[in-house]
């Protein structure tokens, strides 16, 4: 089992430990990601690994930056970040955990870790792919 907590498998490359393109990363990366593991979840609005902290329907979203971290691909990314970003029930924070069936189900309203992270992503990106994030980008449609 992996944790959404970091150190975790999928922050492997947020860690150092393993490039993005590592055929072992991949690999996992694949199976974290998907219904072969016990602790990811996917829902109408939110989908990504939990743990054993709260039940399976409310992953956290420090997965979903732990995914960014762990990828180069334009669309992941952008996936990745439409759905944290409208998951905070108006609030524009990080949530420890949050519903995969409903946007304003979530724990901690409030999760510092999640909200530090998330902000160490945002520079990550406007370092590594600034056209994504300092651009409006009109053509990225979810789920695409």
Do not use: C
């Amino acid at each position: 089992m992996d944790d959404a907590n970091v150190p975790s498998l999928l922050s492997l490359p947020y860690l150092g430990f393993l490039e993005k393109s590592h055929p072992a990363y991949l690999a996992t990366r694949k199976l974290l990601l998907s219904s072969k593991n016990p602790y990811f979840a996917a829902g109408k609005t939110f989908r990504g690994t939990g743990g054993p902290h709260i039940n399976p329907w409310h992953p956290w979203p420090m997965s979903q930056v732990s995914a960014i971290f762990g990828t180069d691909d334009d669309n992941e990314i952008l996936n990745s970040l439409y759905i944290v970003a409208n998951n905070t029930a108006g609030l524009g924070l990080i949530h420890e955990s949050q519903s995969i069936y409903n946007s304003t189900d979530f724990t901690r309203s409030w999760f510092a870790w999640a909200n530090s992270y998330f902000a160490e992503m945002i520079l990550d990106l406007a370092d590594r792919k600034p056209g994504l994030i300092l651009k409006q980008n009109k053509s990225y449609q979810p789920g695409r």
